[in-house]
Structure formats: C-alpha cells, structure tokens
C-alpha cells in the first residue's frame, strides 16, 4: 500500500526510526487504527453523540470511560438540556433581564 510505504518512509527520514504499526490492521485493503482502550460506535446512528462525548470527555480532562450502552441516556440528557436552553432563550427574548451562563452573560437585541 503507497500510504504505509509513504509512512514508513517518513519515519525513518525524520525520526531515524521505525513506524509503530501494532495499534493499526489491514482491512478491506485500508489501513485502520485501532486503538485500546477507545469507545467504539456499534451502529450508524450515533457518531454525532460520539463525537459529543469525547470533546466533553477531553475538555474535562477525563478518560473516555463511556460505551454504546449510555448513548441512549446521554441522548436524553442533550435534549433535555436542548429544552431547558430554549426555555430560557424565550424567556430572556421577552424581558429586559440578560441571560446569563455561569459568569458570561447574553443580552439580546444589542
């Protein structure tokens, strides 16, 4: 396959070493990293809350600790959130008292 050679190449040009191949395998002729240890998606319907999870995950400096089986309940708890977001919104959209989140405050029509 060009793109390992490409990759092995580069390897030994810039780091004067090999490339680690053992966390990736050869599937249908594609090159695919397959890393321990990471949630991975079991359909074609949820990689959006994937995606969800592991910016939260990253931007709270946690480990990727969650699973297929949560998907549902976290699906759940973003519309809920969703809900009570657009409440507000409506809310502050028809009063003079700004709309605030944690420390930043939103005012509309300004």
Known sequence: MAIRRWLSA???ARKAQAFEWTEWKQENNQMLLSPGGCPQQVNGDDCGFFMLL???HVSIDR???FTQMQIPQFR???LQCMANFARRLLRAMHTTEPMRFGDTVATFGE
């Open 54 to 56: 592991f910016a939260w």
């Open 76 to 78: 759940s708890w973003c």
């Open 10 to 12: 580069e390897a030994a």
């Open 63 to 65: 480990e990727f600790d």
